[in-house]
């Protein structure tokens, strides 16, 4: 039986540097009361040092807090006046410089201050966590550990936990479980060798393609180019990767290896080459200081020479033969041309897989525990697209390891050191593969490991798979070429989309309301949640217009019945008949760019209204629908969002309503949503104060860079919930959407009397509109657009608290929304957004 649960009031992190600032950040996101330490600053002020350094987090960017008001929750502290504050702490994280020296002085002063429980960590990010121990009292070392945060930590899922030989056992399986869902992070445990397994496994590749890349003689921006997206890795690739961790950073890791692996078979490579030591010597570190391998100048990307040591301009380009190459779909037929090619840049690829395949192969066992452990590193620390046993069990593990072999033999190879006989064995099997649903192979056991069985991750429904996992999602109830619903055994529908970013079209308008239905006949709640993020990147601009094809599914649902046309329709229906003249005439009079574009309008008007009646439908439902957010929530996507009885979200959710962006305005429930909610909090029946914070929000198409901050913009209510983790989403979506039905839930009633604000409102808003228009802050298409989200969000041209029902405010969304459309601005930022992804400002 386990002991009693380890639980984190407050906690304390010593160090208020890049890292450890951050790390106190984090803990913050996950509402942790947290001290932030630091050596005694100005005399006046001893706390200065760490104040500068909290100031610097609501500066940065990306942005370490997911709200800055999160910043309040950290309180500054040092070591001179402090220390006895450590008592109350649950949970202790050193996280100053990589000196041992250093690190050994301070554990012997804070020792006498920690409590009988708290957990002592150290944030090292290769040093040995045993001969840190050696520094901490013998009757404490069980509760001392390595605790390796990946920087930014707020954005690095991976945190390798690695104990010392005294370190208590269940001390590290709470501390784990603490780590997955209070701070959502992937928890991989560690040996406790030089850097670990991801920055042991990254350097050495990194060392690997700096090699080649320069037996090859390419620049540091082809290589660039071959090692980022081309092969599933970011696309800052190897160099810029480097520029980013901080060339010193660098340097030092790669000291670490040569100077505590001296017996490594590779360990030649272990070395800063010289035009690395040449850049920290004139101070060019990096990203930090904005020079290292790249560098701005004028608008353009200039990259260190080898050759000339000089910048150049960057551009080298990917040879189009190799193109064609890696395009091939089966990695089996991929790696063999890699390998046969004659092509310099093919070579150079199979080169560094090579070599990494053979590097990891040979350390395995003296690092990690099994190949999942040191795959997941990579990709949760490096963020590859797959781990190095991934790749290679991919392109045929038999194959590979035979060619690997014959370089070795050949001489081909960075070492000679054999494969170990465990890959051959593997390859010799009936299945030669290293992850399978049984585990994953162990050199150590000579076995498959299963995945671990802690409490945790019973809460992961569908954890980050490997290859040659499973990764089927429930049982099936109805199926469609653009939605899935699904179950996994209880009572709970759940219902994913299969669009590309999940974007919204008629056909997954048509699912949608078809789930509802299912699920209000034969389920008790109805959870949307992607098997992937995003949840939604909005309504599909693309295909707006076109007719969804017939589904040959029995039991869909019955179309909508006809609806009377608008005034809209009409004036269309009837510009189609008039002569070429009247038509021209017309069009002026609604600002078309091009006539023809009216011929798709009435079904662009069509696609809104079942947009807004899907929306409806999920607030209106018979059962309680719960929205699974991870990632873009944007457009129709919120407007979903914000209909569903619950949210759910990640930290990391980037919710917003950005339809202005593009030249249009929500249409899909959004602005009326945001009315009814200003209403809602109007206790004197004015709901302006409220309303034009929201309408600001819309009107600057405001994207909420963390969940909380979706709550603060008013995309979510202050009752959802945001998780840490996202594999733990539909868990806890389901838990809320169950809890709903259990409390004998029953739909909200329609709101038939909310005040608006009416025409005093929209005049109060365009005024400020005018300023900004002459002060030439926004343009007049930005004043058109903003203009007409106040006139929908203040309910239209109405005498101030006058009463309308959500029907009003749905119809003045849809007529602004074509009004709109039907500009050739408007229209001119939508086909711009749709080549480049990025907005037009006409």
Excluded at 399 to 408: L, M, P, T, Y
Excluded at 424 to 452: C, E, K
Excluded at 508 to 525: F, H, P, S, Y
Excluded at 566 to 580: E, G, H, N, Y
């Amino acid at each position: 039986m386990r002991d009693q649960r380890f639980l984190v009031r407050k906690a304390a992190v010593l160090g208020a540097g890049v890292m450890g600032a951050q790390i106190a950040a984090h803990l913050v996101n996950a509402n942790i009361e947290t001290l932030l330490f630091e050596l005694p600053g100005e005399a006046d002020n001893p706390n200065s040092n760490v104040i500068k350094a909290v100031e610097k987090l609501k500066k940065q960017e990306p942005a370490p807090l997911s709200i800055k008001s999160k910043a309040s929750c950290i309180q500054p502290a040092n070591y001179d006046q402090h220390l006895e504050w450590l008592r109350d702490c649950d949970l202790v994280i050193e996280a100053i410089a990589e000196r041992m020296d250093w690190k050994r002085d301070l554990y012997a002063r804070i020792a006498p201050y920690l409590g009988e429980s708290c957990v002592f960590a150290s944030n090292t990010s290769g040093l040995s966590i045993d001969q840190l121990a050696e520094a901490f009292p013998e009757d404490l070392r069980h509760r001392f550990c390595g605790i390796h945060f990946f920087n930014p930590p707020r954005y690095m899922h991976l945190v390798e936990l690695i104990p010392c030989q005294a370190s208590d056992a269940d001390m590290l399986d709470h501390l784990e479980e603490f780590l997955v869902t209070g701070l959502g992070k992937g928890v991989i445990r560690a040996k406790d060798t030089p850097n670990f397994i991801a920055n042991r496994i990254g350097v050495f590749s990194l060392l690997a393609t700096m090699h080649h890349g320069r037996s090859f003689d390419f620049g540091f921006d082809l290589v660039d180019a071959l090692t980022g997206v081309l092969i599933g890795r970011p696309k800052s690739a190897t160099f810029r990767t480097a520029d980013v961790v901080g060339l010193d950073t660098l340097a030092h890791v790669i000291n670490t290896m040569r100077d505590t692996l001296p017996d490594d078979p590779w360990h030649r490579y272990f070395e800063a080459p010289d035009w690395l030591q040449g850049l920290i010597e004139t101070g060019a570190l990096g990203e930090k200081v904005k020079r290292g391998v790249y560098q701005k100048r004028n608008n353009e990307i200039h990259v260190l020479d080898r050759h000339s040591n000089a910048y150049r301009v960057s551009g080298a380009e990917v040879d189009e033969d190799l193109k064609r190459l890696l395009k091939y779909s089966n990695p089996v037929e991929r790696f063999a041309a890699l390998r046969s090619s004659q092509q310099p840049q093919a070579q150079f690829l199979w080169s560094i897989f090579r070599d990494l395949f053979h590097y990891c192969a040979v350390q395995l066992e003296s690092i990690a525990d099994n190949a999942r452990d040191l795959d997941l590193a990579m990709r949760w620390g490096f963020g590859w697209n797959q781990g190095p046993f991934e790749t290679w069990q991919a392109a045929g593990w038999k194959q590979i390891a035979g060619w690997i072999q014959e370089d070795i033999d050949a001489g081909k190879s960075m070492a000679q050191v054999p494969l170990p006989p465990w890959v051959m064995t593997i390859a010799n099997n009936a299945q030669p593969v290293v992850h399978s649903n049984a585990g994953s192979f162990a050199p150590a056991a000579d076995q498959l490991h299963a995945r671990s069985q802690l409490p945790v991750y019973r809460r992961q429904l569908f954890p980050d798979r490997l290859l040659g996992e499973d990764t089927s999602y429930g049982e099936t109830i109805f199926e469609t070429s653009a939605v899935r619903l699904w179950h996994t055994g209880d009572e709970i529908a759940v219902l994913s989309f299969k669009s590309k970013m999940h974007t919204i079209g008629i056909d997954v308008l048509d699912g949608i309301q078809q789930a509802v239905k299912e699920a209000e006949q034969n389920w008790r709640a109805l959870v949307i949640w992607q098997t992937e993020p995003p949840f939604s990147a909005g309504a599909n601009l693309q295909k707006a217009a076109e007719k969804p094809k017939p589904e040959a599914q029995p039991g869909n649902a019955p179309p909508p019945p006809p609806q009377p046309p608008t005034a809209f329709q009409m004036l269309l229906k009837k510009l189609r008949k008039t002569t070429q003249t009247a038509v021209l005439q017309v069009a002026r009079e609604l600002d078309l760019a091009d006539v023809l574009m009216a011929k798709k309008l009435v079904e662009v008007e069509a696609m809104i209204r079942q947009f807004q009646q899907t929306s409806q439908r999920l607030r209106y439902s018979m059962i309680p629908t719960v929205a699974a957010v991870d990632g873009l929530a944007l457009g129709g996507g919120c407007e979903f969002v914000m209909h569903c009885d619950r949210a759910v979200a990640t930290m990391e959710s980037y919710i917003g309503l950005v339809e202005t962006g593009v030249g249009l305005l929500p249409a899909g429930g959004g602005c009326k949503e945001l009315a009814m909610r200003a209403a809602q909090s109007a206790k004197d029946g004015d709901p302006f104060p409220h309303l034009k914070y929201y309408f600001q929000t819309v009107a600057m198409a405001e994207l909420a860079k963390s969940a909380e901050q979706a709550k603060e913009l008013g995309y979510l209510r202050f009752a959802d919930t945001v998780v840490m983790h996202r594999f733990e989403l539909l868990h806890a979506a389901k838990a809320q959407a169950s809890a709903l039905a259990e409390a004998g839930y029953r739909p909200p009633l329609p709101m038939r009397e909310i005040p608006v604000a009416g025409n005093t409102g929209i005049a109060t808003i365009q005024s400020q509109l005018i300023n900004m228009r002459e002060g030439g802050f926004i343009s007049e298409h930005d004043n058109l657009i903003a203009t007409k989200v106040a006139h929908v969000m203040c309910g239209g041209d109405l005498t101030p608290g006058s009463l309308v029902d959500e029907d009003w405010f749905l119809e003045l969304e849809r007529t602004a929304f074509m009004e709109l459309l039907a500009t050739e601005k408007t229209q001119a930022r939508i086909e711009y957004t749709l080549k480049t992804g990025k907005p037009l400002r006409n």
